[in-house]
């Protein structure tokens, strides 16, 4: 099993940036890919960016596009994301997620098999 849990989520301001952290434990060496997500009310569940074996890629949706930075830290165990400019549509669920998705797939959010619980960000105008 893998354990996911987030923070850094709160209320920003319009243009202002987010960063959130991602702490894995437990059986990491049965992942290759640790990923964030987030989901807004009504709308699926978006790919933001991850890493997979060291390697970042990230979202080329025209959402997000440009905005996100993807880093670990591997004293920490932690997968971060950065994004900058941020704009009350940004405002959603941001989870973070584990698993040993195909190169295919590492987009997709049912190729992940452990979840975090989700960490609020709303951004004010």
């Known amino acids: 099993q893998v354990q996911l849990e987030e923070s850094g989520g709160g209320l920003v301001q319009a243009g202002g940036s987010l960063s959130l952290s991602c702490a894995v434990s437990g059986r990491t060496s049965s992942i290759s890919t640790t990923a964030w997500f987030r989901q807004a009310p009504g709308v699926e569940r978006q790919f933001l960016g991850g890493?997979?074996?060291?390697?970042?890629?990230?979202s080329d949706a025209e959402s997000v596009k440009g905005r996100i930075s993807i880093s670990r830290d591997s004293a920490k165990n932690t997968v971060n994301l950065q994004m900058i400019s941020l704009k009350p549509e940004d405002t959603a669920v941001y989870y973070c997620a584990a698993g040993s998705p195909i190169l295919s797939k590492q987009r997709s959010k049912s190729a992940y098999t452990y979840w975090g619980q989700g960490t609020q960000v709303t951004v004010s105008s």
């Open positions: 890493i997979r074996w060291g390697r970042v890629f990230t």
